[in-house]
Nanobody, 125 residues
């Protein structure tokens, strides 16, 4: 069974950091682009960052550039999202998604084949 599982969310104060993990099971991430998305209450799901299957290409939303870093460890079948200098507006459920057998990543939700269940990130004092 193909599955993505996110972890690492939680409550953090403004200015703090969290590292999210997206672990794949049932398939290899070697040929899979991965995207991170988030959805705040009452808002549409939006792209945060994505990474190509090789890790050679990454993209970031303007709102997180310079604060978030995406990376992958194919040996561990895991993709990470390091989030620094967190702001209250980063509060959302964060999802990772897999674009199977595709080198290029995308910021569009419709380009992804499998999704994790999400992990809550709350930035508040």
């Amino acid at each position: 069974q193909l599955q993505l599982v996110e972890s690492g969310g939680g409550l953090v104060q403004p200015g703090g950091s969290l590292r999210l993990s997206c672990a794949a099971s049932g398939f290899t991430l070697d040929y899979t682009a991965i995207g991170w998305f988030r959805q705040a209450p009452g808002k549409e799901r939006e792209g945060v960052s994505c990474i190509s299957s090789s890790g050679g290409s990454t993209k970031y939303a303007d709102s997180v550039k310079g604060r978030f870093t995406i990376a992958r460890d194919n040996a561990k079948n895991t993709v990470y999202l390091q989030m620094n200098s967190l702001k209250p507006e980063d509060t959302a459920v964060y999802y990772c998604a897999a674009r199977l057998l595709n080198y290029y990543c995308s910021g569009s939700t419709t380009d992804y084949d499998y999704w994790g269940q999400g992990t809550q990130v709350t930035v508040s004092s």
